[in-house]
T-cell receptor, first 120, second 107 residues
Framework: QVQLVQSGAEVKKPGASMKVTCKTSGYNFYSYAIHWVRQAPGQGLEWMGWINAGNGNTKYSQKYQDRVTITRNTSATTAYLELSSLRSEDTAVYFC?????????????WGQGTLITVSS | DIQMTQSPSILSASVGDRVTITCRASQSISVWLAWYQQKPGKAPKLLIYKASNLESGVPSRFSGSGSGTEFSLTITGLQPDDFATYYCQQYNGRAYTFGQGTKLEIK
């Protein structure tokens, strides 16, 4: 079955960077995108970007364009989200999700979420 | 970016009711709209894609409709498991955006 398993919760200092891992299995990783979505405490869902797992092309939300990097390791069928210059407002649960197409699409399978807490 | 506006923000209903949630896009997105259900502490779950297509395994009491800028999610015969928060998302164009969510509460 399709699975997306994310790395564990972390606490980060303001100004630091974070990297969340999304290990996939059970489907053809190369044929679909991986999305990253975040959710601040008590708030709604916010799309951050996607990566075409086949060719590595990316698309980012303009809001995060300067701070976010999404990469993938095809041999490990794993995607990564990096966010730099963290501030308290970046405290959130970060989700990865498989896309329905190589270039985005809707999100059909989701990881369990990773809580990142930014605090001094 | 395309803005998505959901209404209502909170909806109170009873088991067995028929409810409708509306999602409006700031510009036409054709049929590139999905609906998700989220329960506290859990990842979202895909319900509907391409405006009206029911995801495999999702009960038939869920249905979606619309195109262009106006969309709706209808649940016919609410079940206790349906009380959750619902989000629409457009996936047309450069940036994808979610609606702000509709919390479906037990009346």
């Amino acid at each position: 079955q399709v699975q997306l398993v994310q790395s564990g919760a972390e606490v980060k200092k303001p100004g630091a960077s974070m990297k969340v891992t999304c290990k996939t299995s059970g489907y053809n990783f190369y044929s679909y995108a991986i999305h990253w979505v975040r959710q601040a405490p008590g708030q709604g869902l916010e799309w951050m970007g996607w990566i075409n797992a086949g060719n590595g092309n990316t698309k980012y939300s303009q809001k995060y364009q300067d701070r976010v990097t999404i990469t993938r390791n095809t041999s490990a069928t794993t995607a990564y989200l990096e966010l730099s210059s963290l501030r308290s407002e970046d405290t959130a649960v970060y989700f990865c999700a498989s896309g329905s197409a190589p270039t985005g699409g809707y999100s059909d399978y989701w990881g369990q979420g990773t809580l990142i807490t930014v605090s001094s | 970016d395309i803005q998505m506006t959901q209404s209502p923000s909170i909806l109170s209903a009873s088991v067995g009711d028929r409810v409708t949630i509306t999602c409006r896009a700031s510009q036409s997105i054709s049929v590139w709209l999905a609906w998700y259900q989220q329960k506290p502490g859990k990842a979202p779950k895909l319900l509907i894609y391409k405006a009206s297509n029911l995801e495999s395994g999702v009960p038939s009491r869920f249905s979606g409709s619309g195109s262009g800028t106006e969309f709706s999610l209808t649940i016919t015969g609410l079940q206790p498991d349906d009380f959750a928060t619902y989000y629409c998302q457009q996936y047309n164009g450069r940036a994808y955006t979610f609606g702000q969510g509709t919390k479906l509460e037990i009346k």
